[in-house]
């Protein structure tokens, strides 16, 4: 069974420009989470989608949104980057039902804010 | 709301030595408990978990014991080798709560 994808792998970008970033989840998988991985602050939760709904948020700002397809696919948006956006940013996929939701990390976008 | 910590500042040892990393966590109800790993360049792989009390998760050689009494989640690896060089996180999800929670994870590096 295929992994979990993420697209691009490297990306550079202006300070005040926008970005999308892509996850596709392991086949059969209907929940897809975002993490943001700095230096600093760790592994930050961003957001899940479960079956295209946003089921949960962490404390990051508006800028940073997401949206998942009918096929499971998630895009995730930061508009008007900011310096501190540089970071490593992690995709999971689980089944997103049941007990516990094991979670399968993807490889990784990593952005780059000048 | 849930947290978790691990011990401070990287791990170096010798190869064949035994390893050990310290997790605590603080949470409401019965967590999940997990430990995931990041080579470099790679994303997370789930190494290991476990879903209740006194349970041990275990896998290549790794294992830790879900303590509910101590708060704690301890890895460890009785034989080391040098490619287990990576950074090691612990990470818990709150009972029906697709949401992980990781700590700042432990640099461990193996020397020949």
């Known amino acids: 069974k295929a992994g979990v994808t993420q697209t691009p792998r490297y990306l550079i970008k202006t300070r005040g420009q926008q970005v999308t970033l892509s996850c596709s989840p392991i086949?059969?998988?209907?929940?897809v989470s975002w993490y943001q991985q700095t230096p600093g602050q760790g592994l930050q939760f961003l957001f899940e989608?479960?079956?295209?709904?946003?089921?949960n948020k962490g404390n990051f700002p508006g800028r940073f949104s997401g949206r998942q397809f009918s096929n499971s696919r998630s895009e995730m948006n930061v508009s008007t980057l900011e310096l501190g956006d540089s970071a490593l940013y992690l995709c999971?996929?689980?089944?997103?039902?049941?007990?516990?939701?094991?979670?399968?990390f993807g490889p990784g976008t990593r952005l780059t804010v000048t | 709301g849930n947290s978790v910590t691990q011990m401070e500042g990287p791990v170096t040892l010798s190869e064949e030595a035994f390893l050990t990393i310290n997790c605590t966590y603080t949470?409401?109800?019965?967590?999940?408990l997990f430990w995931y790993v990041q080579y470099p360049g790679e994303g997370l792989q789930l190494l290991l978990k476990?879903?209740?009390?006194?349970d041990k998760g275990s896998n290549k050689g790794f294992e830790a014991t879900y303590r509910k009494e101590t708060t704690s989640f301890h890895l460890e690896k009785g034989s080391v080798q040098v490619s287990d060089s990576a950074v090691y996180f612990c990470?818990?999800?709150?009972?029906?709560?697709?949401?992980?929670?990781f700590g700042k994870g432990n640099q461990v590096v193996v020397i020949p």
């Open positions: 990470a818990l999800m709150g009972y029906g709560n697709n949401r992980l929670a």
């Open positions: 949470a409401t109800g019965y967590p999940s």
């Open positions: 476990a879903t209740k009390a006194d």
């Open positions: 989608y479960f079956s295209e709904t946003q089921r």
């Open positions: 999971a996929s689980s089944l997103g039902t049941g007990d516990t939701y094991e979670q399968y």
């Open positions: 086949s059969g998988h209907r929940s």
